[in-house]
């Protein structure tokens, strides 16, 4: 049991490129996550999934794309990467709704965008 | 909405002092209450939680009271040691997610 994985674990960009970031649970969760990590800031939620083909947007979705077609599954996805989205990306998931359940963490993935 | 205040760190302390984390929110309705713990290079992990007023979560010696008279939930432990050295979120859970603190940075020194 895995728990949460996310890859890659590093990765610099130039201003303008696209990427996926990948995130797969093997806990059969419905519900999963999508956040940055800022220095002093919290983590901002970016967007969620309620089930597979159900998302929708966080706090802070601008600039950023997801998919949901599997339950194990939700890519997170930059477009026009710009030195703003500099930070470290979480993705979670949880077996119910967050005013009840644990969030499970996967390890993270440090992006640069130079 | 919802929200959460935690008590700014960075917090450095001696091996066997006592920690005390302050966390008080905002919210609309009963939330659950949680604390996350980050250590270095690694994800959030759930380190307690409570789900009603008056409720103590506990774990790894750790213990948060849900007060819902004070709007509080803080953070205590009585004895820390090195490997408690990392970074702590209060947390609040609502419908859809979570909404945390900005996190506090401890530093436990032998």
């Known amino acids: ?114 | 909405g919802n929200s959460v205040t935690q008590m700014e760190g960075p917090v450095t302390l001696s091996e066997e002092a006592f920690l005390t984390i302050n966390c008080t929110y905002t919210a609309t309705g009963y939330p659950s209450l949680f604390w996350y713990v980050q250590y270095p290079g690694e994800g959030l992990q759930l380190l307690l939680k409570a789900t009603k007023a008056d409720d103590k979560g506990s774990n790894k010696g750790f213990e948060a009271t849900y007060r819902k008279e004070t709007t509080s939930f803080h953070l205590e432990k009585g004895s820390v040691q090195v490997s408690d050295s990392a970074v702590y979120f209060c947390a609040l859970g609502g419908d859809y997610k979570l909404s945390f603190g900005a996190g506090t940075t401890v530093t436990v020194r032998a």
């Open chain 1, 1 to 114: 049991n895995a728990g949460v994985t996310q890859t890659p674990k590093f990765r610099i960009l130039k201003i303008g490129q696209s990427m996926t970031l990948q995130c797969t649970q093997d806990m059969n969760h419905n519900y999963m996550y999508w956040y940055r990590q800022d220095p002093g800031m919290g983590l901002k939620l970016i967007y969620y999934s309620v089930g597979a083909g159900i998302t929708d947007k966080g706090e802070v979705p601008n600039g950023y794309n997801v998919s949901r077609s599997t339950t194990e599954d939700f890519p997170l996805r930059l477009e026009l990467a710009a030195p703003s989205q500099t930070s470290v990306y979480f993705c979670a998931s949880s077996p119910g709704t967050s005013g009840r359940s644990e969030q499970f963490f996967g390890p993270g993935t440090r992006l640069t965008v130079l």
